[in-house]
């Protein structure tokens, strides 16, 4: 599975973003699929995702801030986030689960300025 992440950018804190995740194959029946995020210094972790069919999870600190959702008729996946801070500054990068092998992106830059 090829992944191209898209629409990361400079913003002022309180701006939103939306971010997109063109697959190259379709995701109806991926395991999940994800965004994590890498700030400077510091290790990728998982902002959100969607399991199979359930629900999305989010990480702590983007509830209510962020969406995950995904297009399965288009391939596509994005993240919504909304009310940004300058913490949220990072590379975010897509992934798809398929036979519990994760599939990445090329990571999009988020910066948000104070």
């Known amino acids: 599975v090829q992944l191209q992440a898209y629409g990361g950018g400079l913003v002022q804190a309180g701006g939103s973003l939306r971010l997109s995740c063109a697959a190259s194959?379709?995701?109806?029946?991926?395991?999940?699929v994800a965004w994590y995020r890498q700030a400077p210094g510091k290790e990728r972790g998982l902002v959100a995702d969607i399991v199979g069919h359930g629900s999305a999870t989010y990480a702590a600190s983007v509830v209510g801030r962020f969406t995950i959702s995904k297009d399965n008729a288009k391939n596509m996946v994005y993240l919504q986030m909304n009310s940004l801070k300058p913490e949220d500054t990072a590379v975010y990068y897509c992934?798809?689960?398929?036979?519990?092998?994760?599939?990445w992106g090329q990571g999009t830059q988020v910066t948000v300025s104070s």
């Open positions: 992934a798809v689960v398929v036979a519990e092998q994760h599939y």
């Open positions: 194959r379709s995701i109806f029946s991926v395991d999940a």
